[in-house]
């Protein structure tokens, strides 16, 4: 599976934008999707998740009750709705996954297939 993540761009504090990664050579239907965030100079973090069935999500502290993760009935496009972005938020964003019935992993080394990343900035 290819996975292709888009929706990134410059915002002021305050306002949202809405990530999508699209699927592609199969559908996501077994799959937990993730989405992680990668500032410069630090490490790797997990943002959000869902899992397979789209029943379940999971977040992040510093996120929790700002970003929404959500999966379409066709299960071939996760979303990352993410409302009063602030400066904390930069980073560039990937979305990964992996074949999974249970409850999604927070650790990206459990991610086998991760898009290219897409580049978020909130300007103060």
């Known amino acids: 599976v290819q996975l292709q993540a888009s929706g990134g761009g410059l915002v002021q504090a305050g306002g949202s934008l809405r990530l999508s990664c699209a699927a592609s050579?199969?559908?996501?239907?077994?799959?937990?999707v993730g989405w992680f965030r990668q500032a410069p100079g630090k490490e790797r973090e997990f943002v959000a998740a869902?899992?397979?069935?789209?029943?379940?999500?999971y977040y992040a502290d510093s996120v929790k009750g700002r970003f929404t993760i959500s999966r379409n009935n066709a299960q071939t496009t996760v979303y990352l709705q993410m409302n009063s972005l602030n400066p904390e938020d930069t980073a560039v964003y990937y979305c990964?996954?992996?074949?999974?019935?249970?409850?999604?992993?927070?650790?990206?080394?459990?991610?086998?297939?991760w898009g290219q990343g897409t580049q978020v900035t909130v300007s103060s």
């Open positions: 050579g199969r559908t996501f239907s077994s799959y937990a």
């Open positions: 990964a996954g992996y074949v999974n019935y249970g409850v999604p992993s927070r650790a990206h080394s459990n991610y086998n297939y």
């Open positions: 869902i899992n397979w069935s789209g029943g379940s999500t």
